[in-house]
């Protein structure tokens, strides 16, 4: 953790059997609690106390789980990889209960393989790794589907989906720093939506809105230029 009021980082390692491991994800909780998901399975991390407690609901499939994120009310959705038949959880961590199981092909889902998840209302997005774009709508109990169509302007030209924003995002540039760089966002027609020309870089992350960039809703690249070369990602804009 780094405390912005002493400007340092204070560590709470997870000692598991004697032994410490390393943390994969992590996610925020209610009343103080971080979901923290590692290599020895799931755990609730207290921020008061600086306390671990295991979790065992997801035990058995937790070195399969590459991806999960809460939502509004602390609740996880959780991509369990590989898993045909119960890969798309939607799991309680404080009562440490699997609420719901998503199969994908009893649920029409193409793939369960996520590589982000961003609950939004209603709505639980889904970038996929290699069916595109998915779309659970909670109150429906319904799963939509926008899979890659090239031919089609404003349609996605891939199906593997690495990210998904809604609109203010970070770019971690933690790996240039000191360097001279260019950032750029551009959309799917190659239009330059954003760009920041950086002489030095000094913050380990910009922020960036696209919607006070004037953009709207689609897929566009993240594409930071130095002198060794050039590094891109893609980005999903949603509504």
Known sequence: MFRKQHGDFQWFPLVVQGNKVSVRLICKGK???????????MFR?????????????????????????????????????????????????????????FGAEERGISNTDLNDIYPDGENVWMATNSSGLCRYVIREDRFYCYPANAGVPGSLWSNQLSRITKDRFGIDLSDFVGEAVAVSIFSDLGQLVWENRIPAVADLNISVSLREAGATAGMYTVRVQRNAGVISKRLLLVE
Do not use: C
């Open 31 to 41: 009343n103080g609690l971080l979901i923290v998901k590692s290599a020895e399975g």
């Open 45 to 101: 991390f207290d921020t008061r106390n600086h306390t671990y407690e295991r979790l065992n609901a997801l035990h058995e499939v937790a070195g399969n789980i590459f991806q999960m994120a809460s939502d509004a009310d602390g609740m996880l959705w959780v991509s369990i990889w590989y898993d045909r038949e119960r890969g798309f959880v939607h799991y309680d961590p404080y009562q440490d209960k699997v609420l719901h199981a």
